[in-house]
């Protein structure tokens, strides 16, 4: 039986050479090698600049050689333990420089350019540069390495966090619910039925699978629910004005990301009112963005405390799956508080 693979090998420590930063990193340091090389004491001026542009034309084609040929070798490398997979790494980008210095030293010669040195210095030339990448891919992998071993971190750390947020969401509205609830079990027990399974909903939403996905669809069915429990709660005070029919039903989401902001404009805003007040909720796509907009009268003495923890936990995870692409944005006013989600069509982290 074979030995199992370390729990090493199963973390990504190469990094994807075919991506547009690594790709930018290798060409990079493959212009400043074509610089120091250029630079030699014994070239005059004028024979610098022409050095340079040949040599700068050399050592980038040698790097988006390597790069093609450690990311077509990425998914056998990741296999391996770091150390071997680390090895091999680094003879693949010795090997693959000294045959292509070997291919472009041959057709200098059959040429007749002279570019490469003279005849008969072929062995010189291809050991020398690949002594050359021997020492720089090793440094350049070992960078790569502890840049991706940080951003490995700071992603895990990222995610304890959200995971952390996300299991501290509980509708404050359980106890006033259950209460509602039991009121209407002998007078309208058809209502006191529907709101138990709506709050059972809820809650099954609120305490589910943290690594799974919602889609805009069942965010937007679960705020139905949760408008119908407190409606029965709130009565007239509880005005609805909602127009969400433009937003696509089957965008991806993190559970529960605009739940919470309903459940704020009704518990920090129109509860708080004598007279309650109207909700309003407007979902509107922009080409490739998704903007809903949440707008609810607030009362004189502001927000309880909470409402600054729930809008944090929202931004934090809108963040964590959508990076910079995802928004929200957030304006208090004296009479009116109103927060706007901007999202990325499709695009989820």
């Given amino acids: 039986m074979s030995k199992p693979a370390s729990p090493a090998a199963k973390h990504h420590w190469l990094p994807q050479f075919c991506s547009l930063p690594t790709l930018f990193a290798l060409m990079v340091v493959a212009e400043i090698v074509a610089l120091v090389i250029a630079m030699a004491p014994h070239r005059n001026a004028r024979s610098w600049i022409s050095e340079l542009a040949v040599a700068s034309v050399f050592v980038q084609w040698l790097a988006l050689l390597n790069a093609v040929v450690l990311c077509s070798s990425r998914e056998a490398l990741q296999r391996m333990t770091i150390r071997a997979g680390f090895a091999c790494a680094w003879l693949l980008a010795v090997i693959t420089t000294g045959l292509g210095s070997a291919v472009v030293y041959s057709m200098d010669h059959v040429l007749g350019y002279g570019l490469t040195g003279p005849s008969g210095s072929g062995w010189r030339f291809v050991l020398g540069n690949a002594a050359i990448c021997s020492l720089i891919a090793a440094a350049l992998l070992r960078y790569l390495y502890v840049r991706e071993l940080w951003q490995e971190r700071v992603h895990a750390a990222a995610k304890a966090q959200v995971d952390a947020l996300q299991a501290r969401i509980r509708p404050h509205f359980l106890f006033n619910s259950m209460n509602t609830i039991a009121s209407l079990i002998r007078k309208r027990p058809e209502d006191a039925e529907r709101a138990v399974e709506d709050l059972s909903d809820l809650f099954r939403a609120a305490l589910g699978t943290q690594e799974a996905l919602a889609t805009m669809g069942e965010e937007l069915d679960l705020i139905a629910q949760y408008l119908r429990i407190e409606g029965l709660r ?43 007040g109207t909700l309003h909720v407007l979902g509107k796509r922009d080409q ?62």
């Fill in 288 to 349: 490739d963005m998704i903007e809903i907009t949440i707008r609810n009268p607030t009362p004189r003495d502001r927000a309880r405390p909470g409402n600054a923890h729930a809008l944090a936990n929202v931004r934090a995870r809108i963040e964590y799956h959508f990076g910079e692409k995802g928004q929200l944005q957030v304006h208090a006013g004296e009479e009116e508080f109103q927060v706007t989600v901007r999202l990325p069509v499709g695009a989820m982290k």
């Fill in 234 to 276: 709130l009565g007239e005070k509880l005005v609805l004005d909602i127009d969400v029919s433009a937003l696509p039903r089957e965008q991806l989401l993190p559970p529960l990301l605009l739940q919470p902001l309903i459940e704020n404009a009704v518990y920090h805003g129109i509860q708080r009112l004598p007279q309650g």
